[in-house]
């Protein structure tokens, strides 16, 4: 099994993203709401935490492997939870996914049936029995950032740029998760104005 994939992110489809690695180029299907952030990391190399998964029929022998991938460990294991629900399966979960796993986890944690109804492919019906399956079950991921840390310790230019956020009409645990990301992947950025600013490219792909 292929746990992580790292390469150069050399395409970006609507779901699918391609690394170029040793030469060859590797195809990886991606959730909806990662394809900002691989964006705007086209042309670098990034690290994908990966699931295996066959398409196709057994019986008509047209089995195809595919790669999934996420950012973080964490947003993998929010995945193979959200897959679990009766009638989710891998395809329609990718799709789902339009929000970032902390607001979608907050929002089951909180029951907001209506939100998740407002998911590609949910609807009302999907939306309540993913309340009534995972409830409960995917609080640890509300404040998950990227390396899955329930909650990390915030430098001071950290949180001013989370106050900076919030003030600007960001829900909170959304702000938390993209000034972690830009911790991750743009080290160097110490002022809160400048998190602010990359924290709005990675997620609008800029």
Known sequence: MIARIT???????????ILDRDGMGY????PRYA?????AARGKSITLHTLEYVEGNPGGGNLIPRLVGFPSVSEMRFFELFTRVKGIGMRKALRALSEPVARIAAAIES???????????IGARTADQIVAELRGKVSQFVFAG???????????????????LTALGERRHEAEQWVARVAETHP??????????????????A
């Open 35 to 39: 394809i900002g952030e691989l964006t």
């Open 27 to 30: 195809e990886v299907l991606v």
């Open 7 to 17: 390469g150069v992110v050399a395409e970006v489809g609507e779901g699918s993203a």
């Open 146 to 164: 990227p390396a899955g840390a329930a909650r990390p310790q915030w430098s001071q230019p950290q949180r001013d740029a989370l106050d900076i």
């Open 188 to 205: 160097h950025i110490q002022a809160a104005e400048d998190i602010v600013k990359a924290a709005y490219r990675l997620r609008s792909g």
């Open 111 to 121: 029951s907001d049936a209506k939100l998740l109804g407002r998911l590609p492919g």
